[in-house]
């Protein structure tokens, strides 16, 4: 049993606040006490959207303030010079894992799109293999989605179903979620602007097959420019014409949708993911939150990678949210966007544990100090998560009742020896 004990402010759900103590069962026989006095707690914060592999590709030459169609060649060279192999994605995916957690990250989407030219079904199993891994070893939980950028239809299917075998071998009985929640497999096209039809419904095939979530992208302007260009409709047509417009699947970016698209997104029970870290240094624009939320979605928020974003920092990513928010509509309330980081991230994995210490809560938790100069003077510690301190990391986080990070450092792995792992690879590059 672990005791947090003597929180200044407990942030149990969305809209369920308390101060005091708070019991997490991890299913241990011994009592464990940490003080979080002067400390706000809150849910694990939950990263709806990331690209790992990007971790080791951060402020590249050619990649800032260009148009996505130079970014992503630029992108794509890197990874080639580097070389595709387990080593590189452990490292990376440790990189960008150990990252989240000391910013309270507790689970995070790896939405993997770049897969090596020529590459068996077999070297796609031992890549995801060594994300898992990786990800696993520095304390984190995550949801590996096998996504496609281009790929033949049929070798990304045969691939998916490939992985979802050798990572979580009873998928469909669990719908692709490990014994002890520490791993999800989903699928998911990066969007209708590089992946066909026949894309979409092969991987909708493997994802019926073993009760799988998925995941795409939409709706940032330059998807709807080529959609347009190259379909003569709107990606949110095509998607909804090749059945991605559905309960189970989650769509990223959303920056350029209508008041009737909104409608159509709510109607049809998918949800959504904000990514303004991404979005906004790309040009792609804001997701219109306000009303995506009042038309009844749920909300997640991803950072997306690092070679858009450069940093795997969820809680700034959730300052920049609401601070954007107000140039497409109402300023969003800070305890909305921790809702968006915590409970609707996890909505949109299917992960009714996560992002919430209530009953059935998976016990992931964050203990933030507030007790310095960079608080003081805050009224609402909750609100002062977001309004102060941009650069504000956690001092503990718990994932599954257990310590991963204590007194701002990893339990499970050493900072130096992960940075030289990955520098010491990528100079082999």
Same mark, same amino acid.
């Not at 809150?42 to 590709?57: D, M």
């Not at 130079?70 to 595709?84: E, I, S, T």
């Not at 991404?278 to 749920?298: E, K, Q, S």
């Not at 920092?313 to 949210?321: E, K, S, T, Y």
């Given at each position: 049993?672990?005791?947090?004990?003597?929180?200044?402010?407990?942030?149990?759900?969305?809209?369920?606040?308390?101060?005091?103590?708070?019991?997490?069962?991890?299913?241990?026989?011994?009592? $464990?006490?940490?003080?979080?006095?002067?400390?706000?707690? $809150?849910?694990?914060?939950?990263?709806?959207?990331?690209?790992?592999?990007?971790?080791?590709?951060?402020?590249?030459?050619?990649?800032?303030?260009?148009? #996505?169609?130079?970014?992503?060649?630029?992108?794509?060279?890197?990874?080639?010079?580097?070389?595709?192999?387990?080593?590189?994605?452990?490292?990376?995916?440790?990189?960008?894992?150990?990252?989240?957690?000391?910013?309270?990250?507790?689970?995070?989407?790896?939405?993997?799109?770049?897969?090596?030219?020529?590459?068996?079904?077999?070297?796609?199993?031992?890549?995801?293999?060594?994300?898992?891994?990786?990800?696993?070893?520095?304390?984190?939980?995550?949801?590996?989605?096998?996504?496609?950028?281009?790929?033949?239809?049929?070798?990304?299917?045969?691939?998916?179903?490939?992985?979802?075998?050798?990572?979580?071998?009873?998928?469909?009985?669990?719908?692709?979620?490990?014994?002890?929640?520490?791993?999800?497999?989903?699928? !998911?096209?990066?969007?209708?602007?590089?992946?066909?039809?026949?894309?979409?419904?092969?991987?909708?095939?493997?994802?019926?097959?073993?009760?799988?979530?998925?995941? $795409?992208?939409?709706?940032?302007?330059?998807?709807?420019?080529?959609?347009?260009?190259?379909?003569?409709?709107?990606?949110?047509?095509?998607?909804?014409?090749?059945?991605?417009?559905?309960?189970?699947?989650?769509?990223?970016?959303?920056?350029?949708?209508?008041? !009737?698209?909104?409608?159509?997104?709510?109607?049809?029970?998918?949800?959504?993911?904000?990514?303004?870290?991404?979005?906004?240094? #790309?040009?792609?624009?804001?997701?219109?939150?306000?009303?995506?939320?009042?038309?009844?979605?749920?909300?997640?928020?991803?950072?997306?990678?690092?070679?858009?974003?450069?940093?795997?920092?969820?809680?700034?990513?959730?300052?920049?949210?609401?601070?954007?928010?107000?140039?497409?509509?109402?300023?969003?309330?800070?305890? $909305?966007?921790?809702?968006?980081?915590?409970?609707?991230?996890?909505?949109?994995?299917?992960?009714?544990?996560?992002?919430?210490?209530?009953?059935?809560?998976?016990?992931?938790?964050?203990?933030?100090?507030?007790?310095?100069?960079?608080?003081? !003077?805050?009224?609402?510690?909750?609100? !002062?998560?977001?309004?102060?301190?941009?650069?504000?990391?956690?001092?503990?986080?718990?994932?599954?009742?257990?310590?991963?990070?204590?007194?701002?450092?990893?339990?499970?792995?050493?900072?130096?020896?992960?940075?030289?792992?990955?520098?010491?690879?990528?100079?082999?590059?």
């Amino acid at each position: 049993m672990l005791t947090i004990a003597g929180a200044e402010r407990i942030l149990i759900d969305v809209g369920s606040e308390r101060d005091g103590d708070l019991l997490i069962d991890d299913g241990r026989a011994d009592a $464990t006490t940490i003080d979080a006095t002067g400390c706000v707690v $809150t849910p694990g914060l939950v990263n709806a959207h990331h690209h790992l592999l990007q971790s080791a590709f951060r402020t590249l030459p050619g990649t800032r303030g260009v148009p #996505m169609a130079d970014w992503l060649p630029a992108m794509a060279a890197a990874y080639n010079r580097a070389g595709h192999d387990p080593e590189l994605y452990a490292a990376a995916a440790a990189i960008g894992a150990a990252e989240g957690l000391l910013c309270g990250v507790t689970t995070v989407a790896d939405h993997h799109l770049n897969w090596p030219h020529g590459a068996s079904i077999a070297d796609t199993v031992d890549l995801a293999h060594a994300t898992a891994v990786a990800v696993r070893a520095v304390g984190g939980r995550l949801v590996f989605v096998r996504g496609s950028a281009r790929d033949d239809p049929e070798w990304a299917a045969q691939s998916a179903e490939a992985i979802v075998t050798a990572l979580v071998p009873d998928a469909a009985e669990t719908g692709g979620i490990s014994a002890g929640g520490m791993l999800q497999v989903a699928v !998911g096209p990066a969007g209708v602007h590089s992946d066909s039809r026949e894309t979409f419904a092969a991987l909708a095939s493997v994802a019926r097959r073993f009760g799988l979530r998925r995941r $795409t992208q939409a709706n940032e302007q330059v998807d709807t420019a080529i959609a347009l260009d190259r379909y003569g409709k709107r990606p949110l047509d095509l998607l909804e014409e090749w059945g991605w417009l559905e309960p189970g699947v989650t769509v990223a970016h959303l920056c350029d949708v209508t008041d !009737g698209e909104i409608s159509r997104l709510a109607a049809a029970g998918v949800t959504a993911t904000h990514a303004p870290g991404c979005d906004v240094p #790309m040009g792609w624009g804001i997701a219109p939150v306000a009303r995506l939320l009042d038309a009844g979605l749920a909300v997640g928020l991803g950072t997306s990678g690092g070679g858009s974003n450069d940093a795997g920092h969820l809680l700034a990513d959730a300052r920049l949210a609401m601070q954007v928010s107000a140039l497409v509509g109402p300023q969003l309330p800070a305890r $909305t966007v921790l809702g968006m980081a915590t409970r609707h991230s996890a909505m949109g994995l299917g992960r009714a544990e996560l992002g919430h210490l209530g009953d059935g809560s998976a016990g992931d938790a964050c203990i933030w100090d507030v007790s310095g100069v960079a608080d003081a !003077g805050v009224d609402d510690p909750v609100a !002062g998560l977001l309004w102060a301190a941009p650069g504000r990391r956690p001092r503990d986080v718990i994932v599954g009742g257990r310590p991963v990070v204590r007194d701002y450092r990893l339990v499970d792995a050493d900072e130096q020896t992960l940075v030289a792992r990955l520098h010491s690879r990528l100079a082999r590059g």
